[in-house]
């Protein structure tokens, strides 16, 4: 039996604007995870009581910082470990090396012939940035830091002029993206906003005041998912994915540098990060000195992967200084995936994206394509990007060659790095991770929303709100929640 459109408009809105706070596991899934996994809280329960850092990296469709603002509201609300107030904002640091030295003009990357960025000033506007979180959880001794890496500012300059804009004028404008777009603002101290006038206000006012021609729904969903959103991936698969990966590496290594107040160093003046020295502790044989874990949502588990990759550029042309500046971040890259054994998806797009990182494959034999008269093919040329399976090889090695240094003797007590992938069913914009070797990946089940009549859940919310998802929760932080299924 068909709906009406009327009927199916009707339903897909209440679908839009339904929201709850209270979302738990599919009813009809509550198969217990067959082996408990690695947890938060063992890495905070440690003998030794290292500090822990979670590397939480944003998706799509950000705007502004605090993407983890409800991840760890939700710690504080949803499992009782402390008061919202006790996290502390413990400084914002910003890339300043390579194409993100102050100094430098910005990069000649173009849309349609025309410059992405237009003066060193939005050039330095467009930079990402990490905000770092430090607290003391009930019950557990470690300090706990969100190292919160933001790499929305990259990619703002072509969404607002190049996508929303131009939207305006077609489907009609969305007067809140616009507003974003064209808002200038400093960073306050909370790290939750930073914005540009990528449009001018008086073209903002402009904008706004066209008349939409498309019906709203659809016009909504365009807007908001879309262009504000998917764009976000192409940019990520393409030219732009070198400075993201590079933004994000230099971000990462402020993160194995910072140091809670109390260890490792004091912090700077003026508010800046103290400075630990990972440095000194790269290869040493069994310095666990300090622990990491990946939570990335939607595009961020690509994006903190992808630091893995080789540099793309010719080290032959590179100065003595800029090789230098590689080689550090690529051993802060390797200090901390030696460091992480815990990667966790909020979401994920990886199999999606890997149809942009097909792999040659060894071709017949010769006499295979004369025997039926034809010419052999030719070879298909190699994508500079690495493939989802090499970068978790990578890591693989990194950690098991670390684990086997630190217990040389005992098998037994060396971690096995595991990646748990939560996906809610209804998620439209995520997918299973597949197997990836002998790497333990393990794909879960969850409900984030209210479903209507087995026809609807919110898109927004199916896909923004694991972090307050109390058996997700539980599962990062204890290991195991029955109500979550496989």
Known sequence: MAFSSQWTCALLTLALVAQTSGAQAPKNQ?????????????????????PVHILYVHGIDQIGAGDSSLFRKSICDQLKLCQVSDWKNAGIEY?????????????ALAYLGSPVWRSADEWHAAAPFVVHWVVHLRGHAAVLVVDEIN????????????????????AGPDPALIDVCSLASKQDPDGLGR??????????????KLRSRSVRINRNLKNSLVDWGLSDVLMA???????????VRQL?????????????????????????????????DNAIDQEFIGVTHSLGSYLLFNTLSVQNSETAN??????????????AVRYIFERTALIYFFANQLEMLEITNLENTPQPAPSAFKSRGLAPAPLAPMTPAANFDSLVNNWKQMQGAFQAACHPKDETARKKIQVVAFNDPSDVITFRVPRIGDVEVVNLNVKNATRWFGLFESPGAAHGNYAKNRHV?????EGKDGAIGR
């Not at 890339?95 to 990069?107: I, T």
């Not at 914005?195 to 903002?204: H, K, L, N, T, V």
């Open 30 to 50: 509550k198969t217990k995870v067959a082996s408990q996994l690695q947890s938060i809280g063992d890495a905070l329960d440690s003998a030794n009581h290292h």
């Open 95 to 107: 890339p300043d090396k390579g194409e993100f030295d102050p100094s430098l003009q910005p990069p």
């Open 237 to 247: 698969v393409g030219p732009m994915g070198g400075l993201l990966r590079d933004g």
């Open 318 to 331: 590179l100065s003595a200084q800029e090789s230098a500046r590689i080689a550090n971040e690529e051993n």
């Open 195 to 208: 914005f540009y006038p990528w449009i001018q206000s008086d073209e903002a006012d402009r904008l706004k």
């Open 151 to 170: 790499w929305w500012p990259l990619v703002m300059a072509i969404k607002c002029r190049n996508v929303m804009t131009p939207e305006a004028h077609l």
């Open 473 to 477: 929760l539980r599962m990062m932080f």
């Open 252 to 284: 990462m290594a402020k993160s194995a540098a910072f140091a809670p107040a109390g260890i490792g160093a004091a912090p700077g003046a003026n508010g800046t990060p103290g400075a630990y020295d990972w440095r000194s502790q790269l290869n040493q």
